[in-house]
């Protein structure tokens, strides 16, 4: 949270699905693409974490140290995830909880955050955007409000067959619109 704001801004980019042809992969990695030159997106990964188990912090796991050192020295997060079930998939969950502890050491604390959902249906995964944004308000997350970015049916995010090729104009706009909102955001809450 101290980046002189002429550097580009390090964003810890976290995919919220394990698949291998993950649509929130995907789009994730498009995302890369097409941020402004301002920031600079750095993937973590959520699935190796152990799942958070509080009687393992005498002795934490690697996983769990290295994850909340790559979030600790982010100037922020991008968060790309699906919906499971109305919710956020229980890897993102737990990787929420890991950074979440030991009490006192919230590595989400002060973070400004970027939200995308996804969906193969209609809603674009609007209730695992919700759930998230509440766990990263009580943990001090400052999630951008707007404007939001809940893609809807997955499966034409991309043209081609199947969705082979490369992003349809109207998703890389809004994505686009997404990245440059994101950057303001951050740099409004990034004291030099
Ligand atoms: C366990 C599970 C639960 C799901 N629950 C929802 C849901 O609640 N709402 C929804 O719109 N789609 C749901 N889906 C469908 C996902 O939107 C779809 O599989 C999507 O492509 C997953 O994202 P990914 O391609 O990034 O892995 C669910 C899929 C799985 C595997």
Known sequence: MTAPTSQPLDVALIIGSLRRASWSRRVAHEMKALVPPTLALREVGTGELPLYNEDLEASPPAAWTAFR??????????????????????????????????????????????????????????????????????????????????????????????????LAPTTREAIGKFLHALDAWMRRLIVA
């Open 69 to 166: 050192a790559d979030v600790r020295r982010a100037d922020g997060l991008l968060i790309v995830t699906p919906e499971y079930n109305r919710s956020m998939p229980g890897n993102l969950k737990n990787a929420i909880d890991v950074g979440s502890r030991p009490s006192g050491r919230n590595v989400f604390d002060g973070k400004p955050v970027g939200v995308a959902s996804l969906s193969a249906g209609l809603l674009g995964g609007m209730a695992a955007n919700h759930d998230l944004r509440k766990s990263l308000a009580v943990l001090n997350a400052m999630s951008m409000p707007q404007p939001e970015l809940m893609l809807s049916r997955a499966a034409t995010l991309f043209e081609g067959d199947a969705g082979a090729g490369p």
